[in-house]
């Protein structure tokens, strides 16, 4: 028994440096600060995505006090950890919001842990910022969506494709992690596809787990389904680190991009920062960002990101300008408010707007998603991703898909006379 | 000039003699076809400054026309620009090299090669191309290449030819042919040149020559060359009667290529299984060793995987900043590493915690459990949460291509080559070496063993630490297959308890019989039913048999099994 409560010590003790760690500074007056939450995984598997976005948040906090802080008063980020743990997800928020009195929560990356903190913040009337791209479908009071809807980047990205600059592609692969985002978005691209005269034969589905490592099989079937005598394209929505081992195994049985191109919604550079690309140049990923664009704001961004990190060699990514556009309309709107109040901030977001870091302004919609640039890029050997095409305009974010019969009828819309996040006619 | 496309193929029958062709001849003539569209560029200074535009159809026309003027020079401009290594200074538009030097990059003319000193990356763009400026101008440079020197290059340009096709090559390619010494090169270019006779052969008797040497290879390129033109005769309106000839005789070099294929695909499909098994039986073997021989459920052998696969990544890391040089052979180097700091934690663990709990494997369970998450947040402090990049060496990267339709990865072929070497030496050690003996001797009645005069508590200690060792060579093989994460080792052991309990518990050859069975059985499966089902079906057959075979595949018999 020695042995196991010597274990049982150790577990102990870590777990309590940690929560001490973490809740630092919680215990400091309330009234003279302004709250924010931050619900992004440090632990687990999507650690590796966000545990950047809970770095973003920090800098732009620290950032926003060196400039005087927010209505005068002193702005302090509450990190809790929810540790890649749907349910946990919901806990943490409740405890960020009731417990610790957060005045916003930014947070979230999977869908899944969305749709679990969902009712906590409806039921508490909170705010959260959600930064990152998903399946649309859904628009609620309390959520911000600045991530990318699917008419945002999953669309525009196969219209590419099916163009004559992108090789015009016929046959198509829809390959998948097995969760709500990619089952969702390959969903709605089925439908568009469909409406664009490809044949039912002319596209293969496939799901894997989360961290499916074996890409032999599949690999092997995409270069069987491409020698059709049709051009081929492959649609991934893989999730997380299971990429990497897909685009070694890409490369490995020589899988040209010039033959089959890849392109990627969830695969951006800090995911390409643990990867040999030069077998990878040509594979396409769509976003609303890429670290190359050249622009002022981006630059100063680049650089502030760098020196706040401390690392040269740290990338950054589209969840990263959403995260910043999502805080920085956020303050806006909190200035234009006077207050931190959930309700007349709310009104005061809508028409908001920030500059995007790739040109462009992006604004607030009423059904609560941004109008933003979508761009196409190509991966190059260094890692980065260089602009291949973009929208002339900005977009604007789609809650409800028109390639989906049952949610073409919805409309989202939270200011008079629909007030509503899914609805056929206004409430009022 | 397309008047005289008479049948190739007799050349490839009955060569003639080499004829003396220069590059410029094949400029030229390319030259004149090229010449007619598009818009002048006076000189190749001119049409590379074209590459400064933004846009790519002007980009596009600037690279037909720089290799248009065949100038060797345009060989290394396009060269460079398909490596994504050409560059424009910001401040007057110059194309150049560059080259890193300390103080910021070394810049020289791309096209007068005159040096213009050190620059920062920040005064410097690069020009950008995108996926069909990489096709055309792999295309240019096969069409320049041809007659290159060096037959790599020939050969390289031989399949750009096959791939892209362009009907004003057909004469080149075939006095290049005639010229050809080198017969895998010659091979390519037949190919290359049956390919266009039977895309762009102006009778239905040319393509069906051609058809006849392209049915002989049976890659799913050729397949892929098939398919397409019999799309393109089935959406004719009223063929006639020999073009539905021509199209019957397609349909039956398909269905002799899909024939091939389709052996091929069992092939391959074995060979994926055989390298999934290995994968498994390299995380296995190590607990069959603490798991079957000492019968310690040790929940924290994924994190001796890991810790493995932690090391290579420090090895790698010491040998890019220490010696460069050897960084190819880091990966061997790291074999040993991993096993010396696996074992070694191993040992420790045995030593602090599991001795203490022998015969209680409920607390065992969950001592080591917990160990296991806290190694997992161990590792995470140190190293970070993001994935950690462990390179592949150049000889594991890519695949061997046996024939068309039929290539074996190189990382995979390497698995499963180690995973029997790791097996092998396991055996010895097990059956030949004194401690092999004092291990069997003190699992199978510690007592005895004792009594005889063997250290029990240090053999324990070391046959821990040989479990652990294993696991951690088994890290440096899946460092190159997946990805270098503190939670690498979860991913494993719930695979690894499986092969061992299916294989039968205290047997190595039940365990290698075990993974390489459920290895292929998955392989097999999954092109039906998908990966995700595929494993829902191999757990529930494994259920199932443990209820028949309650002891696994090799069951041990007698005694010493029976308490």
Redesign the interface.
């Known amino acids: ?4 409560s ?3 010590g ?2 102990t003790g ?1 777990a309590m440096l940690a929560t001490s760690a973490l809740g630092l500074g919680t215990a400091q007056a309330a009234d003279d600060v302004i709250k924010v939450g931050v619900l992004h995984s ?4 999507m ?2 995505s966000e ?1 950047t976005l809970k770095d973003a948040v920090l800098m732009m906090v620290d950032d926003l006090n060196k400039n005087g802080g927010l209505l005068g008063k002193k702005v302090e980020a509450v990190v809790v950890d929810p540790a890649s743990d749907w349910p946990l997800f919901a806990e943490k928020a409740r405890e960020l919001i009731e417990v610790d009195k957060v005045d916003v929560v930014f947070g979230c990356w999977t869908s899944v842990s969305r749709k679990s903190v969902l009712p906590v913040f409806e039921e508490l009337n909170s705010m959260l910022f959600y930064p990152v791209q998903y399946e649309g479908e859904e628009s609620s009071r309390n959520v911000f969506y600045t991530g990318a809807a699917p008419n945002q980047q999953a669309i525009p990205a196969v219209e590419y494709l099916m163009s004559e ?3 015009s592609v016929e046959r198509w692969v829809l390959a998948g992690t ?1 969760y709500v985002y990619p089952r969702t978005t390959n969903k709605i691209l089925e439908a568009f596809l469909k409406s664009k005269g490809v044949a039912e034969e002319d596209i293969m589905i ?4 989360f ?4 890409w ?3 690999v ?2 995409i ?2 389904f ?5 051009k081929t394209a492959v649609v991934s929505t893989i999730n997380g ?1 299971a990429n ?2 897909f685009y ?2 890409l ?4 899988i040209d ?2 033959d089959i ?1 890849v392109v990627a919604f969830s695969v951006g550079e800090e995911e390409l ?4 690309t030069a ?1 990878l ?2 594979h ?1 990923a769509a976003w609303n960002y890429f670290m190359s664009i050249e622009t002022e704001e981006n630059d100063a961004f680049i650089k502030q990101w760098k020196a706040f990190i401390g690392d040269d060699n740290r990338v950054t990514n589209d969840p990263m300008e959403a995260t910043y556009i999502g805080f920085k309309m956020w303050t806006q709107a909190v200035e234009q408010a006077g207050t931190t109040d959930v309700d007349a901030v709310r009104q005061a977001m809508y028409g908001q707007e920030v500059k995007n870091l790739t040109g462009g302004t992006a604004v607030m919609n009423t059904n609560h998603h941004l109008s933003k640039p979508v761009l196409i890029g ?1 991966i ?2 260094d890692g980065q991703i ?1 602009t ?1 095409w973009r929208t002339d305009d900005v977009v604007v974010g789609d809650a409800w898909s028109d390639y989906i019969p049952e949610s073409a009828k919805l409309i989202a819309d939270w200011t008079y006379p629909y007030v509503c996040g899914g609805c056929e006619k206004p409430m009022y | 000039m397309l008047s005289t496309l008479h049948p190739f193929i007799q050349y490839c029958e009955n060569p003639v003699t080499p004829m003396r062709i220069t590059i410029k001849t094949i400029i030229a003539a390319m030259l004149f076809l090229l010449a007619t569209q598009g818009p002048a560029f006076a000189d190749l200074t001119d049409a590379a400054q074209g590459l400064l535009s933004k846009k ?1 159809s002007e980009k596009i026309q600037a690279t037909e026309a720089i290799a248009d003027f065949g100038d060797p020079r345009s060989i290394v401009l396009l060269e460079t620009l398909l490596d ?1 290594k050409l560059y424009a200074t910001k401040s007057d538009g110059r194309l150049v090299s560059r080259k890193k030097v300390s103080d910021g990059y070394q810049i020289t003319d791309i096209l007068t090669e005159e040096d213009f000193g050190v620059v920062k990356s920040g005064d410097l763009t ?1 020009i ?1 191309i ?3 400026m ?2 055309l101008i ?1 295309d240019l440079l096969g069409r320049l290449t041809l007659l290159n020197e060096d037959p790599a290059l020939r050969l390289k340009a031989a399949n750009a030819v096959f ?1 892209s096709r362009p009907k004003e090559m057909a004469v080149p390619l075939r006095d290049a042919l005639a010229a050809e010494t080198e017969e895998d090169v010659a091979t390519a270019m037949r190919r290359a040149l049956a390919a266009l006779n039977f895309v762009h052969g102006e009778t239905t008797t040319i393509k069906a020559d051609a058809l006849l040497i392209l049915q002989e290879q049976h890659g ?2 050729v ?9 393109k005769i089935a959406a004719l309106q009223n063929p006639s009667h020999e073009i539905q000839q021509f199209a019957l005789s397609i349909e039956t070099a398909l269905a002799r290529i899909e024939e091939k ?1 389709a052996f091929m ?1 069992v092939i ?2 074995i060979f ?1 299984g055989l ?2 098994g290995s ?1 498994l039986l390299l995380a296995a073997i190590g607990l069959a060793i603490t798991f079957g021989v000492m019968g310690v459920i040790n929940m924290a052998h994924g994190e001796m995987v890991m810790i493995g696969a932690y090391t290579t990544y420090v090895v790698q890391e010491l040998c890019r900043n220490f010696a460069p040089d050897l960084l190819v052979y880091s990966l061997v180097a790291a074999i040993p590493a991993a096993f010396i700091v696996a074992g070694l934690c191993g040992v420790a663990i045995e030593r ?3 001795r ?2 022998y015969g209680r494997p409920l ?1 065992t369970l ?2 080591t459990w ?2 296991s ?2 190694l997992q ?1 161990f590792v ?1 402090t140190i190293f970070g ?5 462990v ?2 060496p150049e000889w594991l ?3 061997w291509e046996i024939t068309g339709g039929l ?1 074996l ?4 072929i390497g698995i499963i080559l180690f995973a029997a070497a790791v097996l092998f030496m396991l055996l010895l050690v097990l059956r030949k070496t004194s401690f092999g003996l004092q291990m069997r001797a003190v699992t199978q009645n510690r007592k005895m063993a004792a009594s005889m005069g063997i250290r029990t508590g240090w053999v324990d200690a070391m046959t821990f630490g040989l479990g652990s060792g294993v696991a951690g060579m088994a890290g440096v093989a899946l460092s190159q ?3 270098v ?1 503190p ?1 690498l080792g979860q ?1 494993y052991i719930v695979d690894s308890f499986m092969v061992v309990v299916f294989g039968g518990v205290g047997n190595l050859w039940g365990t290698l019989v075990a993974a390489l069975s459920l290895g292929v059985t998955n ?1 097999f499966l ?2 039906y039913t ?3 089902l595929a ?1 829902i079906f191999i757990l529930i057959f494994i259920i199932l048999f443990i209820q028949k075979r309650p002891r696994g595949l090799f069951a041990l018999k007698g005694r010493a099994v029976e308490n």
């Open positions: 028994m020695l042995g196991l010597k274990v049982a150790v577990i870590a440090l632990s687990g598997t650690a590796i545990t600059e992108g090789g097995d496939n799901y894997t787990p961290g499916h490592s074996d032999q099989t599949i092997s079937d270069k069987k491409g020698s059709e005598g049709k680190d990497v081992p070694k195994e490369g490995n049985q020589g991009a010039a191109p920062a643990g990867l040999d077998p140049v040509g396409l190509e190059q050997d260089e291949v | 790519y994504g690069k950008r995108n996926n069909k990489r096709g792999k791939k799913p390129e397949k892929f060359l098939l398919n397409g033109e019999a799309n294929l695909a391959e499909n994926q390298s999934l994968v602090s915690i599991i203490f709990l607390e969950l001592a917990g160990l998450l806290i947040q995470r949460p993001t994935n950690k990049e390179s592949s990267s890519g695949a290539a990865t190189y990382n995979r297959i997946d990805n994460s939670n991913a392989k999954e092109p998908g990966a995700v494993k």
